[in-house]
């Protein structure tokens, strides 16, 4: 099986209706739709929620046990998914100068790294 995609069979998250979807890995998706159509539950409550499941299932016994149980999505399959994090946009501490990389402390790795380089 190709690793280029995640395929995701038979999702039925939240609204979500029995949905079958192959998604491109190392691509930027947009998902658009009307208020309902079940934009949030395919991005959060199913992709994100299973790809941040498998990263928690590699870390040992002890360290998960500090850790909220995750639940899996209601989804016959998703293959080719890779560890995943989410950045919440209703962050109260954001200022206008605040990104990606400083809201997730990135920026402080990518400065040593490149000092380094």
Known sequence: MSHDRIRIKNA???????LDLELPLGELIVI?????????????????????????????????????????????????IPPAIAIDQTNPVRTSRSTVGTMTELNDHFKLLFARA
């Not at 039925?12 to 029995?18: C, G, I, R, S, V």
């Not at 046990?65 to 080719?80: A, K, T, Y």
Request: glycine share 8%; proline share 4%; net charge positive.
């Open 12 to 18: 039925h998250q939240n609204n979500l209706k029995h």
């Open 32 to 80: 658009t739709g009307v208020s309902g159509s079940g934009k949030s539950s395919l991005a959060f409550d199913t992709v994100y929620a299973e790809g941040q499941r498998r990263y928690v299932e590699t870390f040992s016994p002890y360290a998960r046990q500090f850790l909220d149980r995750m639940d899996r999505p209601r989804v016959d399959r998703i293959d080719g």
